[in-house]
């Protein structure tokens, strides 16, 4: 599999604002709950190992650039991740 660099590139981002999103979706999706330690709330540098994965953190760009310049983003991104991690085919990402 990829590693961060290239997985940033594949998605068309930098590596930080790659470690963004793995925090974000490692806050709201199952596929990264070991990306995050549960004490220090801090990224435990798991590599990514799947095709899935990198589709989840695409998605996550996407909800972050759907979102960009609205009032409350953060909830809206939260609700949209947390319908994609439950499998809810009515997301539009």
């Given amino acids: 599999m990829p590693n961060r660099k290239e997985v940033a590139e594949q998605i068309g981002v930098g590596e930080r604002q790659l470690q963004r999103y ?4 490692s806050q709201h999706l199952n596929v990264f709950s070991n990306f995050i330690d549960s004490e220090t709330g801090k990224l435990t540098g798991m590599p990514i190992e799947s095709d899935e994965q ?16 609205f009032k409350g983003k953060a ?14 085919s009515n997301s539009n990402v």
């Fill in 22 to 25: 793995l925090k974000l979706a």
């Fill in 54 to 69: 990198i589709e989840k953190l695409n998605m996550v760009r996407s909800l972050v650039v759907k979102y960009r310049n």
């Fill in 75 to 88: 909830k809206m991104i939260q609700l949209e991740l947390e319908a994609i991690n439950q499998g809810d």
